[in-house]
């Protein structure tokens, strides 16, 4: 299969893990576009159901929703079960804490960190991809292939630059910060794709991540405007920007890739 027939996912079942979310919407859309066949799973039933209402009139594939817990093997195993045989796994399940209208964020800096809430956030961030993984990638393996996709960020492999969420009320020990367990997850998800990629290389189980730049989703202005300074382009990333990228990891398109890692943050990276 060559040319513009590689994307086709006719026929493909795909999962995708926090699919309620900003982005797991977008990678269903993504998906169904190509023909798959998607199951949206995340911890809420209600936003699932509004969610396949909101794609049912999206052209090309079909979407399901499933309640799936990413920390709970049972609740991974059951939906496996539910779902049948899963060609594309997406690991899209992630804490991001967000800044607020305020412009600060809900959690707090490091010194003063809740040890319960690094073990919360770990769980589903890292845990949740490993034990997804787990259970589908080694179905896959068992049936000669299939895809694994890791979304991870451009805090991957750059560290948060916590002059973005400063707010002036705030004394220098008080600031709100980006924290520290969102880059540790986003970076120890893309050793986990190299070790996937390499374990299941014979099995044909191709694994590869994608690290997104922040989206725009009506953020505070003073932030959009101190984080686009620090981008080349300019500008944050619409929420639709990395479709594409998730259709060309997740088809035959890619099919000679695997342990790669894709930085999609407008050029932030490069400086």
């Known amino acids: ?20 979310g900003l982005l797991g919407r ?4 993504a998906l169904g576009e190509l023909g798959a066949d998607v199951v949206l799973t995340d911890i809420g039933a209600a936003p699932l159901q509004a969610l396949c209402a909101e794609l049912a009139a999206a052209p090309g594939g079909s979407f399901r929703a499933m309640v799936m817990d990413v920390t709970d093997p049972a609740s991974i195993a059951a939906a496996a079960r539910a779902a049948g045989p899963v060609d594309i796994l997406i690991n ?17 800096r490091l010194e003063n960190f809740p040890l319960a809430e690094w073990h919360r956030q770990m769980e589903v961030g890292l845990t949740g991809a490993f034990l997804c ?29 916590q002059r973005l969420y400063q707010r002036p009320d705030a004394a220098p ?30 099995d044909n189980v191709r694994v590869n991540a994608i690290s997104p730049g922040g989206v725009y989703n009506g953020q505070p ?36 890739m695997t342990g790669q890692n894709i930085v999609i943050d407008g050029g932030r990276s490069i400086l």
């Open 26 to 29: 977008e990678h269903a859309a």
């Open 92 to 108: 899209n399940a992630a804490i991001d804490p967000k800044v607020t209208a305020t412009g600060g964020l809900e959690l707090s």
């Open 133 to 161: 993984a787990q259970a589908f990638g080694t179905a896959m393996a068992a049936r000669g292939g299939g895809v694994i996709l890791n979304i991870a960020s451009d805090l991957s492999v750059i560290a948060p630059d």
């Open 173 to 202: 020990g008080a600031q709100p910060v980006k924290p520290v367990t969102y880059s540790v997850i986003k970076t120890a998800l893309l050793g986990l794709t190299r070790y996937l990629a390499g374990y299941w290389a014979a």
């Open 221 to 256: 202005e003073a932030f959009v405007q101190r984080l686009s300074a620090l981008i080349p382009m300019g500008r944050m990333a619409g929420r639709d920007e990395y479709r594409a990228a998730v259709q060309f990891l997740c088809s035959p398109a890619s099919s000679y």
């Open 1 to 20: 299969m060559t040319g513009l027939a590689s994307f086709n996912l006719s026929g493909q079942r795909a999962l995708i893990t926090g699919a309620a």
